[in-house]
């Protein structure tokens, strides 16, 4: 596709549901990232992943974080038993170049994640 | 750690003034660092990415410059207009990764019209 794409975009969960977040990076882009950005604040790196390959998920803020590209393309970020300071924005983002290094980064419009 | 601050974190200006955006970060041993800008509700957009070799980037209206040894770069707007309200952040990969990417707070930009 043309850009960064984020599904759903709004998400209201009770506190204890899992949710699934989607992302669909721009096609032959090699890095796919994953940040948390709580209001008012810079996003925060949750996990990073190179083609299929899960190189750094130092970010992830716990063990009911789960994050997987198994095809190299489209990622989906779980959170398992959401607890309401899991609210917050997760955007993805995606890189041509391997570790976002030399390239530009090109977000995606994020999912609001609500939990009540 | 890499830690990033943006001042200020809010202005308001009106339409037509120059404007100065402020980044700085505490380890200079970056090799780029990059400016977006985001809107309310959206993703973020990148504006300008400059290498560490280089010592600014222009675009249009922007302009953004790069001084790593005192740790800090600054986003230059000139002429702003209302359609340049917007949160602006900058971001420096973090240090020892050269993955992930460590943003400022962003500075919360109002242009009057």
């Known amino acids: 596709g043309a850009g960064v794409s984020q599904s759903p975009r709004y998400k209201v969960a009770k506190r204890g549901q899992d949710v699934a977040l989607r992302c669909d990076p721009i096609s032959g882009h090699v890095s796919l990232f994953w940040y948390q950005q709580a209001l008012g604040q810079g996003p925060e790196f949750l996990t990073y992943f190179q083609n299929e390959a899960q190189l750094d998920k130092s970010g992830l803020p716990s063990d009911r974080f789960f994050a997987e590209r198994p095809e190299g393309s489209v990622s989906t970020l779980k959170i398992q038993r959401t607890q309401q300071e899991d609210s917050a924005v997760y955007l993805c983002?995606?890189?041509?170049?391997?570790?976002?290094?030399?390239?530009?980064?090109?977000f995606g419009e994020g999912s609001r994640l609500t939990v009540l | 750690k890499q830690e990033v601050t943006q001042i200020p974190a809010a202005l308001s200006v009106p339409e037509g003034e120059n404007l100065v955006l402020n980044c700085s970060f505490t380890d200079s041993a970056i090799y780029n660092l990059q400016w977006f800008r985001q809107d309310p509700g959206k993703g973020l957009t990148s504006l300008l990415l400059?290498?560490?070799?280089?010592r600014e980037q222009t675009s249009g209206r922007l302009n953004a410059s790069l001084d790593k040894s005192s740790g800090r770069s600054t986003l230059y707007i000139a002429a702003s207009q209302p359609g340049d309200s917007a949160t602006y952040l900058c971001?420096?990969?973090?240090?020892?990764?050269?993955?992930?990417?460590?943003f400022g707070s962003g500075t919360q930009l109002t242009v009057l019209p």
């Open positions: 983002a995606s890189s041509f170049s391997p570790g976002g290094r030399e390239g530009e980064l090109f």
């Open positions: 400059i290498q560490s070799s280089q």
């Open positions: 971001a420096v990969p973090y240090s020892g990764s050269a993955r992930q990417l460590t």
